[in-house]
């Protein structure tokens, strides 16, 4: 079979940073997807991206569809030939819409009964083809946040295009994208190298822009900036250091195109702002690195990296300087001006900061998960009560100062640099910034129980108010974060070894909403537990769990994070010995006689009627493992304990052969039945086994 290598490479005005995850993993899913379904078959893929282009390299790509013999199902048999045989007009019509004769038909069995049939062979299509078709389809489904339209409006992308390369096997691969012709021409770095680059295959297609001053890689050109900052920074001087921010290196890579960095200075009467708050106005604003001494003290100097190298660079640094000063001197004149007014005295504001429409304002929300706070903090951190009481009524109040209204990121951070400027004790500083951790996926959680404590409470009320109300997050949007926030309640819970039940807590903060709740409580009590249990179920499966595994904990315990993920990996380690397949049929054996049989009564149960040696020998190792059960429960030793029930097996198979459930003496009968529910309760104590694959 002849095979081909295929280069495309899209060329546009810069597309904004944080685009460019998503495209790639499009693109890349999209053809391997698209490329499948039509039989056609490659070596390996490559995605390039950067501020001025997306590409994709095919290698080792089958250049002709394989043919394929298709089944096609016409009328049903019945209606196909009348009394005497002959085909009937159905018949006829199915065959000359086919292309074929009468005689090439046969019958089908179907689900419906026998139809008639008949098969064809379809010839396959040039890659060529199938690539001319698919490309523009994939391009114009690109999930970008926000389109633009030029010229006479007539076309909208994320930016406008300029070029459309596409070459196959060297040659031009015909097609249109938004007006754009294709051809084998990619252009070099708008600066330093701004002509045209001929490039006919995904081989020669990093080399070949790299020659231009373009790294399309972006691994190539992340190592280039942080090996850039490294530089800038030892030449000048040993003892200056800077702190990899890694979302920022990411960020700055998707700006350049070749990375030039270069070391500012600012003014020493800046260091008497927060760390925080000077790296904030540098990362945020400016895409600038903050650089600290080796002792990681605030050091007068950031790095900048930009997209060329000029020919004076002493003036890019100045100017760099000039714009960075003016954001200092801004957060400088907030950090006085807020000083004036303390913390604590900024409550009354938050009563005119509206948290939502339906939800009502900051204060009434702080209010309510205060409450929800002091309950969590009774039942699990007592001797914190009254830390987190005095940072629940300030946690918010950063809000209102001018700093956060300037840098909103830094909310929680200048809560806890003004609540220790005002004398607050330090545990109550750092909980104020520690509740709005995490802050995004895999980010630090909270390392103080009030902090903890605090964290669970603000997001409860955020979740289980916006579902009161039906702001619920879809596929498509989760305006208020609350897939974020139910993984962070349960990561903080399972990193504090916090072993409760989020059901009791989703009440309490129903009740605390009062009559904000606008929609059925039980209904919205019913949504938000579905909900906290998808997002453990992923990130269980996440931990390497098998999906029959993840469910057959979580319709058991998908309330309690800490107990379903400590079960879920205890039973995929037993899940992959040998014989855990049988182990499981023989509880589902169990199950399958308990719901035959019905419900039982359990009270009373002549117990004295099972006087068989299976029965008994049952009986004592199902009583051994109750009485052990509570201590391996307490350790949270799921594995222990799933050892201990797997030593079940053998007196539950000795008692299915030797016993007869379905006894006519009906006592006897219930004391087996009810036998069965003690031993089926000790294997659900771990998860339903009933719904694990046993196939």
């Known amino acids: 079979m002849t095979r081909g290598d295929f280069i495309l490479e899209l060329g546009v005005e810069e597309i904004p940073a944080s685009y460019f995850g998503p495209a790639t993993t499009h693109i890349r899913e999209g053809l391997n997807e698209a490329l499948s379904a039509e039989g056609l078959t490659f070596d390996r893929v490559m995605v390039w991206g950067g501020p001025r ?13 394989p043919d394929v013999e298709e089944e096609i199902i016409g009328p049903p048999l019945s209606a196909a030939f009348d009394s005497n045989g002959n085909p009937t007009k159905a018949a006829q019509g199915f065959a000359k819409g086919q292309g074929v004769s009468v005689s090439d038909l046969y019958s089908q069995n179907t689900p419906k009964g026998p139809y008639l049939a008949v ?12 690539l001319s078709e698919l490309i523009p389809q994939i391009l114009e489904s690109l999930p970008f946040p926000k389109v633009m339209r030029w010229g006479d409006g007539t076309y909208q992308f994320v930016r406008p295009v300029h070029w459309l390369l596409a070459a196959l096997k060297g040659e031009i691969l015909p097609m249109t994208f938004v007006g754009i012709r294709s051809g084998k021409v990619s252009y070099g770095h708008r600066f330093l190298h701004p002509g045209p680059v001929v490039i006919t295959g995904p081989d020669e297609y990093p080399e070949r822009l790299a020659e231009a001053h373009v790294l399309v890689d972006f691994e190539a050109r992340r190592e280039q900036v942080i090996k850039e900052i490294t530089r800038v920074t030892e030449e000048a001087n ?14 700055v890579a998707n700006l350049l195109e070749e990375p030039f960095a270069v070391l500012g200075h600012y003014d020493s009467q800046f260091l008497d702002l927060p760390l925080a708050v000077a790296s904030t106005a540098m990362k945020e604003h400016q895409r600038y690195f903050p650089i600290t001494d080796s002792l990681g003290r605030q050091a007068p100097y950031f790095v900048a990296v930009n997209n060329t190298k000029a020919k004076n660079m002493d003036v890019v640094k100045k100017g760099h300087e000039r714009v960075l000063r003016a954001r200092l001197e801004d957060a400088r004149f907030y950090w006085l001006e807020d000083r004036k007014v303390k913390l604590a005295d900024r409550s009354e504001a938050l009563k005119d900061v509206v948290f ?6 900051s204060h009434e929300k702080v209010q309510r998960f205060k409450a929800l706070a002091l309950d969590l903090a009774a039942q ?38 003004y609540a220790l ?11 104020i910034k520690e509740h709005y951790l995490p802050t995004r996926s895999g980010g630090a959680l909270p390392k103080s129980a009030p902090g903890a404590i605090l964290s669970l409470a603000d997001k409860l009320d955020t979740i289980v108010g916006c579902f009161s109300v039906g702001l619920l997050p879809t596929g498509a949007a989760d305006p208020f974060g609350l897939r974020r926030q139910a993984l962070g309640i349960m990561l903080i819970m399972i990193d504090r070894s916090w072993n409760w039940s989020l059901e009791a807590y989703v009440d309490k903060a129903l009740v605390n909403l009062g009559p904000i709740v606008k929609r059925p409580p039980k209904e919205v009590k019913t949504e938000t537990l579905d909900f906290f249990k998808a997002r453990l179920k992923s990130h269980i499966l996440g931990l390497g769990v098998s999906s029959d595994g993840a469910e057959a904990v979580l319709s058991l315990y998908g309330d309690n994070p800490l107990a379903s993920v400590g079960r879920a ?9 040998e014989g855990f397949r049988d182990l499981a049929q023989t509880f589902k054996r169990v199950v399958n006689i308990i719901k035959k049989f019905g419900p039982r009564e359990e009270n009373p149960v002549k117990t004295e009627l099972l006087s068989q040696e299976a029965e008994k020998n049952l009986m004592t190792a199902v009583t051994q ?21 797997i030593t079940l097996r053998p007196p539950v198979d000795l008692f299915f052969e030797k016993i007869l459930v379905d006894d006519p003496d009906l006592d006897l009968k219930n004391a087996r039945v009810a036998l069965l529910k003690r031993t089926s309760r000790l294997f659900e104590l771990v998860a339903d086994f009933s719904r694990l694959s046993t196939t």
């Open 53 to 65: 282009r997306l590409a994709v390299g095919l290698w080792g790509l089958l250049m002709l569809q």
């Open 119 to 130: 098969k064809k062979s379809k010839k396959g299509r040039s890659s060529q083809e199938i």
């Open 238 to 251: 040993s003892d200056l250091k800077v702190t990899i921010d890694e979302e920022l290196v990411d960020e």
């Open 356 to 361: 939502h429409h339906l939800m009502g304002t």
């Open 380 to 417: 699990n951190a007592p001797e914190n009560s009254d830390t987190v009481s005095r940072a629940a009524d300030l946690c918010k109040n950063d809000l209102v100062s001018g700093m956060v209204g300037e840098f909103p990121s830094l909310q929680g951070v200048m809560g806890r640099e």
């Open 421 to 431: 400027a005002d004398g607050e004790a330090p545990e109550v500083a750092e909980a």
């Open 569 to 577: 990996l205890a039973l995929e380690a037993v899940k992959k010995r």
């Open 625 to 645: 493992v109750e009485q052990q059960a509570p201590d391996y429960l307490a350790r949270g030793d799921y594995a222990g304990l799933l050892d201990r029930i």
